[in-house]
């Protein structure tokens, strides 16, 4: 059974960082395409960055280029978000997922989700 669990959310003020992690486990980590999508209250999910099976492609949203960054560590089955510069906007909860194609947009399993909070 996939499971993906994410970790390291919290409250934190404008400007400051924050690095998310998800562990995957249940499933050939090194082989599958990651992501990291968030929802904000009362707007749909919307894509933040993925990162290819070989950390050799990324690709970010608009919103948070320049300021977060994707990576992975396939020796320790995990995806990495490291967050800087944040903003009140980027508020959400934020979400890994996986998927077992190289290429494309839909992905097979998500994680539960971690808050996170950025106060003016």
């Known amino acids: 059974q996939v499971q993906l669990v994410e970790s390291g959310g919290g409250l934190v003020q404008a400007g400051q960082s924050l690095r998310l992690s998800c562990s995957a486990s249940?499933?050939?980590?090194?082989?599958?395409?990651m992501g990291w999508f968030r929802q904000a209250p009362g707007k749909e999910r919307e894509f933040v960055a993925t990162?290819?099976?070989?950390?050799?492609?990324?690709n970010y949203a608009d919103s948070v280029k320049g300021r977060f960054t994707i990576s992975r560590n396939n020796a320790k089955n995990t995806v990495y978000l490291q967050m800087n510069s944040l903003k009140p906007e980027d508020t959400a909860i934020y979400y890994c997922?996986?998927?077992?194609?190289?290429?494309?947009?839909?992905?097979?399993?998500w994680g539960q989700g971690t808050q996170v909070t950025v106060s003016s």
């Open positions: 990162i290819s099976w070989s950390s050799a492609n990324t």
């Open positions: 249940g499933v050939s980590f090194s082989t599958l395409r």
């Open positions: 997922a996986a998927d077992r194609e190289v290429i494309g947009t839909s992905y097979d399993w």
